[in-house]
């Protein structure tokens, strides 16, 4: 008996402890830019293209797809929590996403084509 009030105070307390880490997320607070996690950067003649998460330890991150020039301006491609890889050949930047769902997915003022590959091939 007294195991039993001792395995349920302590899954008490677990539950206690997670819950209080949300209380004190606000839901619209921007990205911090500095908690990068860069899974692949792929440099080409014109600037270099990251894929990245965001280092958040109460909530998700998307993957972000994200081009930056040569003068150093940056550009969001997309967003999504599906990608799984992307790849450039010559002027066509592929996304590999398990399943097409973007958040968001700008294409204007690149150079590159963005193709989307839904095949579902999963590299990491």
Request: hydrophobic letters at 35%; glycine letters at 4%.
């Amino acid at each position: 008996m007294e195991i039993n009030k001792i395995v349920f105070f302590l899954f008490c307390m677990a539950i206690v402890a997670n819950m209080g880490c949300y209380f004190f997320v606000d839901p619209k607070e921007e990205y911090d830019y500095d908690k990068r996690i860069i899974l692949k950067t792929i440099k080409t003649n014109r600037g270099k293209v990251d894929w990245y998460h965001y280092s958040l330890f109460t909530s998700y991150s998307p993957g972000f797809i994200e081009f930056t020039d040569s003068s150093n301006k940056k550009y969001l491609i997309g967003k999504s929590t599906y990608i799984s890889d992307f790849e450039i050949n010559s002027d066509t930047l592929t996304v590999v996403v398990w399943k097409h769902n973007f958040f968001s997915l700008d294409t204007s003022n690149l150079y590159l084509f963005v193709k989307i590959d839904t095949t579902g091939r999963q590299k990491y």
